[in-house]
């Protein structure tokens, strides 16, 4: 461990008072991993006599100096309650049993099944495939996540994948799933999900012509922009959003169901009969018409993602997960029987947004409830989206598998806001490229490498870890029926229709090691890092949490 003199910065801190900056330079040291550690200690005054203190630590190292939370003057509630003095500064427990199942509810329901199911029909070639494909998805999502539960009840650290495979693997398979999903998976479906929503937004006052391509970003970037304040601010805000959005896309769902029922009740079945002819039989065919299911569920993990936050998580996770999942898949079954009562397999697969089109045919003047139920549903999605991210890069930051500064926490509202702000920034850029969707079909299947890699993950700990404390339990089966299908997922389209994506995808993968070997497993700490660290404590007021010190 290399060691320089300490220095000591005074600045103002915008309120006519000293901001005092004790900054050691303690630029390298071993974390548990071996992975490189770069901070600084900061110690922000706030001119009430509290303060924060972020010594040098190192998870391998000594910690020199103090931390301490500042204690807020009567407080907010959207903050929660005012930070105890001397009380490490730490993620709270604010998450519970109905915020879980929104989340989970909220961020798997997002503009798919309004916009265009049709992608899964034009696999399979038939109604009566696609519909069992839909809910054999549901229910591949439903014993992942009940494996997930044991995962995150076994490991309540936040970071879902990323926290599995530090257990059973070691640092090196935690920090590639880190890389991909910090730098493309999480961030695209920010960024599609809220180039969905900006669409139908704007399309609201544009009723003749395409929107412009320009508008459409603009208002896409804007959306992010809101979504990163909201998450930023309090976590109490950012659950409350997503439980009043996931509340009205229900309605939305419940309003489409119920016009369903109703056309059924008039006797309109024409659309359901000889529901398997044209059926495709192709391995292949069906392993991608699942990747489009599977894109449709996906946020199925995204509470573990946030373990930390939950209130009694070995409770309330597992029921979330229980509640939540089957919730959705009830729902994306009964929405394809209620557009089959109005519309023909051709007419799904023409549609370029059947949610609409439905409402047209059903709700005459009411029909502009459809539109907006996807911006709703697009904007809660995006939401649960950033929440859960943030806890990724915050995870992995966390054990110095990224930048030091993505895993400290704002010293007042406790949200991880430098990851929030980094995942921002890049579904930004992606936005303003116009290539998501071209990535979205690079990595899609990248997902299902790590899911698969999580069961095996549970397997392994069975193993190596028989004594583990787990609240909740799994029998052994599920995890292997699940890592199956993966492989199956993984492997059938690349031997159906070889294409070149998945190399891309793959050397991605491979090309997180160039990173890895020097700055992680090396500890190689670039010297400017101790400066920069620093000037973002003090721009974004966050500090290390405790765990960092432990």
């Known amino acids: 461990?290399?060691?320089?003199?300490?220095?000591?910065?005074?600045?103002?801190?915008?309120?006519?008072?000293?901001?005092?900056?004790?900054?050691?330079?303690?630029?390298?040291?071993?974390?548990?991993?071996g992975g490189a550690h770069w901070r600084g200690g900061i110690n922000i005054a706030n001119g009430n006599g509290t303060s924060v203190t972020a010594g040098d630590a190192a998870g391998g190292g000594e910690t020199d100096a103090s931390l301490s939370e500042v204690a807020v003057p009567g407080g907010d509630?959207?903050?929660?309650?005012?930070?105890?003095?001397?009380?490490?500064?730490?993620?709270?427990?604010?998450?519970?049993?109905?915020?879980?199942?929104?989340?989970?509810?909220?961020?798997?329901?997002?503009?798919?099944?309004?916009?265009?199911?049709?992608?899964?029909?034009?696999?399979?070639?038939?109604?009566?495939?696609?519909?069992?494909?839909?809910?054999?998805?549901?229910?591949?999502?439903?014993l992942g996540a009940l494996a997930y539960a044991e995962?995150?009840?076994?490991?309540?650290?936040?970071?879902?994948?990323?926290?599995?495979?530090?257990?059973?693997?070691?640092?090196?398979?935690?920090?590639?799933?880190?890389?991909?999903?910090?730098?493309?998976?999480?961030?695209?479906?920010?960024?599609?999900?809220?180039?969905?929503?900006?669409?139908?937004?704007?399309?609201?006052?544009?009723?003749e012509c395409e929107p412009p391509n320009s508008v459409v970003k603009m208002v896409a970037v804007l959306a992010i922009a809101v979504i990163l304040y909201i998450n930023c601010y309090s976590v109490n805000l950012a659950t409350g959003v997503q439980n009043v959005f996931t509340a009205a896309k229900l309605v939305a769902i419940l309003i489409i169901i119920c016009g369903g029922a109703y056309k059924l009740a008039e006797g309109n079945?024409?659309?359901?009969?000889?529901?398997?002819?044209?059926?495709?039989?192709?391995?292949?065919?069906?392993?991608?018409?699942?990747?489009?299911?599977?894109?449709?569920?996906?946020?199925?993990?995204?509470?573990?993602?946030?373990?930390?936050?939950?209130k009694n998580p070995s409770v309330n996770l597992p029921r979330s997960i229980i509640i939540g999942i089957p919730l959705v898949t009830m729902c994306y079954a009964l929405i394809n029987i209620s557009y089959l009562t109005v519309m023909s397999g051709i007419e799904l697969i023409e549609s370029e947004a059947v949610a609409v089109t439905f409402g047209k045919r059903i709700l005459g003047v009411?029909?502009?409830?459809?539109?907006?139920?996807?911006?709703?549903?697009?904007?809660?999605?995006?939401?649960?989206?950033?929440?859960?991210?943030?806890?990724?890069?915050?995870?992995?930051?966390?054990?110095?598998?990224?930048?030091?500064?993505?895993?400290?926490?704002?010293?007042r509202r406790f949200t991880p806001a430098p990851g929030l702000i980094f995942h921002s920034l890049i579904a930004v850029a992606m936005v303003m490229s116009g290539t998501i969707d071209s990535l979205i079909d690079f990595f899609s299947f990248t997902a299902w490498i790590f899911?698969?890699?999580?069961?095996?993950?549970?397997?392994?700990?069975?193993?190596t870890k028989p004594n583990a404390p787990r609240p909740y339990k799994v029998p052994l089966i599920i995890p292997v029926v699940v890592l199956v299908i993966s492989i199956y997922l993984i492997a059938a389209p690349i031997i159906e229709n070889p294409q070149i994506e998945y190399l891309y995808a793959a050397l991605f993968i491979v090309a997180g090691l160039?990173?890895?070997?020097?700055?992680?497993?090396?500890?190689?700490?670039?010297?400017?890092?101790?400066?920069?660290t620093v000037f973002l404590q003090l721009l974004l007021e966050v500090a290390p949490t405790q765990s960092m010190f432990d």
């Open 151 to 207: 995962l995150g009840t076994m490991n309540t650290s936040s970071g879902a994948e990323y926290a599995y495979f530090m257990d059973a693997f070691g640092p090196m398979p935690a920090y590639l799933f880190s890389w991909v999903s910090t730098l493309v998976l999480k961030p695209s479906q920010l960024a599609i999900i809220c180039l969905s929503f900006s669409k139908y937004a704007v399309e609201a006052f544009v009723s």
């Open 269 to 310: 079945t024409q659309h359901l009969e000889n529901v398997f002819k044209g059926t495709t039989y192709s391995l292949g065919n069906i392993a991608t018409a699942f990747y489009t299911g599977l894109w449709a569920y996906d946020g199925w993990n995204n509470l573990n993602y946030v373990t930390e936050e939950i």
């Open 451 to 463: 899911y698969g890699g999580s069961m095996l993950a549970l397997i392994v700990m069975r193993r």
């Open 514 to 532: 160039i990173f890895y070997v020097p700055f992680v497993h090396y500890a190689i700490a670039p010297s400017f890092m101790d400066s920069v």
């Open 1 to 33: 461990m290399y060691q320089n003199d300490r220095h000591k910065h005074g600045e103002p801190n915008g309120t006519g008072n000293l901001t005092d900056v004790d900054v050691s330079e303690n630029n390298v040291s071993g974390n548990k991993d």
């Open 77 to 142: 509630k959207l903050e929660g309650a005012d930070a105890i003095e001397d009380d490490a500064i730490h993620l709270k427990r604010r998450v519970g049993l109905f915020s879980g199942v929104a989340l989970i509810v909220g961020t798997m329901i997002g503009s798919g099944i309004f916009v265009s199911p049709s992608g899964l029909l034009i696999r399979t070639g038939s109604i009566g495939l696609s519909f069992i494909i839909w809910v054999a998805c549901g229910v591949l999502s439903l």
């Open 366 to 411: 009411m029909a502009w409830l459809m539109p907006l139920s996807v911006t709703v549903s697009t904007f809660g999605s995006a939401n649960g989206t950033l929440f859960a991210a943030g806890r990724l890069c915050f995870a992995a930051s966390r054990e110095g598998h990224l930048l030091d500064i993505l895993s400290y926490v704002h010293v």
